[in-house]
C-alpha cells in the first residue's frame, strides 16, 4: 500500500487558499492571493526542489487541477518537469474529462477510488492545494503523512487546512525545520494518539 501525503502551504492561522498569486483563487472574495512570494527564500526552494526530485503521483480536486492544467503544461520552471509527467488522478464530481498529460478521473465514491489508487503499485501520492478534498481524505483517515510549510503570516479568512469539525487525532513529528525567513517546513506521520493529560497536581 502505497503512501498519501498531503504537500501544503498554510498561514500562522491555518489559511492555504492561494498562496501562490493574487488571481490563483479569489473564491469568497479572498484578497490576499499570493501570500506566500514574500517569504520564498533559497532553503525554502531547495526543500521544494528536493520534494519533487522522486517519482510520485498526484492527487486533486477539480479547482487545484484546473489551476494547475491551466499553468505547468507551458511552463519552463523547474518544477514543471515533475508535475507534467506524473500522473494525475483528478477527485471531481462535475468535470467530464481531463486534457492535461497524463491525468485520468477518479471514479465511484472517493474513498473506494483512492483506496485503489493506493493499493496499486507505484510511488508515494502527493496532495496538493485541494482544500475540499484534503478534508475528505483526512476524514475517511486516508492521510498516511502531511507536509505543512508555515508561512509567518496571519490572513483572518480563507480556506484553512482543517475547518471545524474535523476528526481529533495526534501526529508524529518525522522532520522540521525553519527557513531563514521564518517558514517552519514540518512532516507529520498520521494515526498517533492525543498525548493528554493535566498540568494541575495534588487535586488544585
Known sequence: MRKLIVST??????VMQAPGAPEE??????????????YWDDVVDE???????????????????EIFAAHWPDS???AAAPLNNATKYVASTTLTSVEWQNSQLLEGPLAD??????????????VHGS???IQSLHADGLV???????FPVIL???KRLFESGTPAGGLEVIDSKVSPSGVIMTRYRTGAGIKGGSFVQGGR
Open 9 to 14: 502551504f498554510v498561514t500562522l492561522d491555518g
Open 25 to 38: 483563487d479569489p473564491n469568497g472574495g479572498f484578497e490576499h492571493g499570493g501570500w506566500a512570494f514574500g
Open 47 to 65: 526543500a521544494m526542489h528536493a520534494s519533487l526530485a522522486d517519482p510520485f503521483d498526484l492527487l486533486l480536486g477539480r479547482k487545484t487541477y
Open 76 to 78: 519552463e520552471e523547474p
Open 113 to 126: 477510488a483512492v483506496n485503489a489508487v493506493k493499493a496499486q503499485g507505484g510511488p508515494e501520492i502527493q
Open 131 to 133: 482544500a475540499n478534498l
Open 144 to 150: 498516511d503523512e502531511l507536509s505543512v510549510w508555515t
Open 156 to 158: 483572518g479568512k480563507g
